[in-house]
């Protein structure tokens, strides 16, 4: 009940969390170009993008940092038995992130919402350049310390002491997963930036409303969604590949497939029976899944009957198989909506060809409703590798069910649950009707020129005050 | 290295990180919790928002980094804290979330009901933490009921006990002198001298609390040499309340800053070689040898902290230095939140003063966006 309950509670709290990451690391790096853009050509155009986007994205990043606190606390609280396996080597990714990046982020996140005026312009500039550096680091850390969990290399499980303990840190650093996990989170929270950005800028032209600056803006964000989007495809695929020599029971359950193929067939659609064991119905293409796994048309793939079969010779009875459906629909989920906001993008490049602006009604509304398809994929992206991994919360090396915290009973699990359901509740709201509002609003006009220039001791008010 | 242990070292990063946050997020939480007395109108509540405005976040990740750190280098103790604690824990996360988001939206809606809605927040959201710390760290130093796999066996009340609960009181009492003094030293004209008045009368009352926490710390758990730093303590935060009574804010900061750090050196001194005592099983108690990671790990993450530390120090410092100017009345810009949904017959607020008159032409220009193109 606990376990189910903490298993819950990681998902929603996680899920929640990397709502606003992705904006979060994506946006900090676009606007930090449109700042460069405005410090070398003086344009005023990119100083106006900049302070709007700037807005929206700081209102998400405040979302961001509130809940990422609750990140780090989560495993003590709700996951002790994991934290005492794991320790050794999970805890030092964690520390490094908050002294190389969470620093860096902050520190130059605050100097940059109120250095405007009191910092020089490039100075200034390099505080943005450096909270955004400080988000990818944030996120290289993290993502390496949950890939050991999908892949522990560098470490020995010690039998005398019973935890796993750290062998080659660089190992750590370096794991192949880490590398295909970082470059497919960072493609996609580029994806997510630029469809956010796309989505809001089409809802303005087409009301012809501040047309230069969101002309701009759907440019920036059209080459950002389709340079990103190659880019998740592309690391979408070698993670496939790592996927299935790494964890043949995900990608098996991916797919819903059951016994070995070779060459495997890839199904499009599928209707399984009701407790997901057998397949019904389905759409099948034939030989694309053992190219998608292996890069060999004819490849093998094993089924989820004989990895079951090997898990249990390996490490005794046991059932070592994920939710399959969970993992049939949320892979093609994922993959789904991050192929429509790849189309939407193609669409917008082709309507906004030879300088026209796309006012087309039916494109605005798929561009608004476009913010939500990285969002989407992002999410079930998560739930997928996440559950995909099950019974495991260390590939092969410890079970969920075991690193749950024993002295944590299912009263404070619910407790905390609802509290913090509660109140991401309210946030959201809260959070959504800001962004909602302040994107509706537009690029605010600047103030007279004068303002802008950087003086220590002018009786003027400051540029920026919360 | 350096004649001393891995853990040894560890222990001392980790105290270090804790006595960083107190000291920096100390002030933040004073001020947080006191912007309802001290805010006497919508400039001067701005103003002492804006003290902490750039520096808050920054002050919280010494809390994540502490965090980060020990889960890295003492698992075991990461492990039984974090799962034992869990309602206080709790109860400081959503303190932390609800403060953080209040000083980022309390800005951004131009209407006086939002705005009272996240003052709320902010002053009750800084006062709850400021308590809760003093009470676990309390708990922490006195020892809570581990059975023999270092797991808690307490409940959340066990950590509401007399000595805990003169911990949080010393703490929250402490952070609020701390805030005030820093508000006084941020500030000027009639907010500085009311800033600094409270912190006077604040100090008045901190003092025997204060010194009742640390005699009864050192009685029951010190060390010979933390008497030092304990008569530290007590001799910084007295020297603190007579220099704030005279105006002399930054060595009055400075002092408060001391206060903090002492307490904090006397907690793990105190604590010292004992992570988290067991009141109940002696064979659950957690110490730096039984808690920590393995040398290999303690080597890797010596060696990052040394090299990124002084870096980070050093960035923060000048962050600090940046904002260092007073503010004053003239230097709160007019709102520039997002009009209120329900417009009452065009009721923004006039606050006298403020540099909102001079700008209310502004506004004209905002109703036309194509105006500046």
Redesign the interface.
């Known amino acids: 009940m606990a376990l189910d309950l903490a298993r819950w509670q990681f998902g929603v709290i996680t899920v929640y969390h990397f709502l606003f990451v992705p904006l979060t690391i994506g946006l900090s790096l676009l606007v930090a170009m449109m700042q460069t853009a405005w410090v070398r050509t003086g344009d005023e155009r990119w100083l106006r993008m900049t302070k709007f986007w700037g807005k929206l994205f700081l209102i998400n990043f405040a979302m961001g940092v509130v809940t990422g606190i609750v990140q780090e606390f989560q495993f003590g609280m709700n996951w002790s038995d994991y934290s005492r396996f794991v320790g050794d080597i999970f805890g030092a990714p964690l520390a490094i992130e908050g002294l190389l990046a969470f620093f860096l982020e902050s520190t130059f996140l605050g100097l940059w919402i109120f250095g405007w005026g009191r910092l020089s312009k490039r100075v200034h500039l390099a505080t943005i350049w450096l909270a955004a550096i400080g988000t990818m680091l944030s996120a290289y850390f993290i993502l390496a310390a949950n890939s050991w969990m999908q892949h522990p290399v560098g470490s020995t499980v010690n039998p005398v002491s019973g935890r796993a303990e750290l062998t080659d840190f660089g190992a750590v650093l370096t794991n192949s997963t880490a590398v295909g996990a970082f470059t497919h989170t960072i493609t996609a929270a580029f994806l997510s930036a630029g469809m956010f950005m796309l989505g809001i800028s089409a809802w303005h032209l087409a009301r012809k409303n501040e047309t230069r600056v969101f002309r701009s803006s759907m440019r920036m964000a059209l080459v950002t969604v389709l340079v990103a989007g190659v880019g998740v495809v592309v690391t979408g695929d070698l993670q496939a590949k790592l996927m299935t020599e790494q964890q043949p029971m995900k990608m098996a359950a991916a797919e819903a497939l059951w016994n070995t193929s070779s060459p495997a067939s890839f199904s499009l659609f599928t209707i399984g029976s009701l407790d997901g064991t057998q397949e019904v119905w389905s759409v099948r293409v034939p030989k694309v899944l053992s190219f998608m796994a292996t890069g060999d048309p004819d490849g093998t793939v094993e089924g989820i009957n004989d990895v079951q079969r090997a898990s249990e010779a390996q490490f005794g009875p046991g059932d070592y198989t994920p939710n399959v459906p969970i993992a049939y629909w949320t892979f093609r989920v994922m993959v789904g909506f991050g192929g429509l906001a790849l189309l939407l993008a193609l669409a917008g490049a082709w309507l906004q060809r030879g300088g026209r602006v796309p006012t087309n009604r039916w494109f605005t509304y798929a561009a608004l409703a476009g913010i939500g398809f990285p969002v989407v994929a992002n999410s079930v992206g998560w739930i997928f590798t996440e559950m995909g991994r099950q019974p495991w919360v260390v590939y092969g090396t410890m079970r969920t069910a075991d690193g749950v915290s024993p002295s944590v009973g299912p009263a404070s699990v619910a407790t905390s649950m609802i509290v913090f359901t509660v109140l991401y509740g309210v946030l959201a709201v809260v959070e959504v009707t800001l962004l909602v509002r302040y994107a509706r609003k537009g690029p605010d006009p600047l103030p007279p020129p004068d303002e802008a220039a950087p003086s220590e001791d002018a009786p003027r008010p400051l540029a920026v005050a919360y | 290295m350096f004649g001393l242990a891995l853990t040894d070292i560890w222990f001392l990063l980790i105290a270090l990180l804790w006595t960083g946050y107190f000291v920096l997020e100390g002030f933040d939480f004073g001020v947080g919790a006191l912007l309802g007395v001290l805010g006497r109108d919508e400039t001067d509540r701005?103003r002492v928002?804006?003290t902490i405005?750039?520096?808050w976040?920054?002050n919280?990740?010494w809390?994540?980094?502490a965090?980060?750190?020990?889960?890295?280098?003492?698992?075991?103790w990461?492990?039984?804290?974090?799962?034992?604690f869990?309602?206080a824990?709790?109860v400081v996360?959503?303190a932390?979330?609800?403060r953080?988001?209040a000083?980022?939206?309390?800005?951004?809606?131009d209407d006086d009901r939002w705005r009272r809605r996240w003052d709320a927040v902010i002053i009750g959201c800084s006062a709850v933490p400021a308590l809760l710390w003093g009470v676990a760290f309390a708990n922490i130093v006195a020892g809570v009921p581990l059975d023999a796999?270092h797991?808690?066996?307490g409940t959340f009340f066990t950590l509401l006990n007399p000595y805990a609960l003169l911990g949080g009181l010393t703490t929250l009492l402490v952070f609020l002198m701390h805030g005030a003094v820093f508000v006084s030293l941020k500030t000027d004209g009639d907010l500085r001298v009311r800033a600094h008045r409270l912190a006077l009368r604040l100090g008045v009352v901190a003092v025997p609390v204060a010194a009742a926490f640390l005699v009864w710390t050192q009685l029951a758990h010190g060390k010979g040499w933390t008497l030092i730093s304990v008569a530290l303590a007590a001799g910084a935060l007295v020297g603190a309340v007579l220099l704030v009574g005279r105006g002399r804010e930054g060595w009055a900061f400075t002092l408060t800053a001391a206060t903090i750090v002492a307490t904090t050196v006397t907690l793990f001194g105190s604590l010292y070689p004992n992570v988290l005592p067991s009141s109940t099983d002696p064979a659950g108690t957690l110490t730096t040898t039984n808690a920590a990671?393995?040398p290999?790990?303690l080597q890797?993450?010596t060696w990052?902290?040394l090299a990124?530390?002084p870096v980070?120090l050093a960035?923060?410092a000048w962050?600090y230095w940046?904002?260092r100017?007073r503010?004053?009345r003239?230097?709160?810009?007019?709102p520039?939140g997002?009009p209120p949904r329900n417009t009452r017959a065009g009721a923004r607020p006039e606050i006298p003063g403020t540099?909102q008159e001079q700008?209310a032409g502004?506004e004209v220009?905002?109703e036309r966006?194509?105006?500046?193109?």
């Not at chain 2, 966006?369 to 193109?373: K, Q």
């Open positions: 701005r928002v804006n405005g750039p520096l976040d920054g919280e990740v809390l994540l980094v965090g980060g750190a020990t889960f890295a280098a003492f698992p075991e990461y492990a039984s804290l974090f799962s034992g869990y309602l824990l709790l996360l959503v932390l979330i609800g953080g988001v000083f980022e939206y309390r800005g951004k809606v796999d797991e808690y066996t990671s393995t290999y790990t890797i993450m990052v902290a990124v530390t980070v960035y923060q962050s940046v904002f100017r503010l004053t003239d230097d709160i810009p007019a520039t997002l540099a700008r502004d220009a905002e966006p194509e105006v500046r193109r």
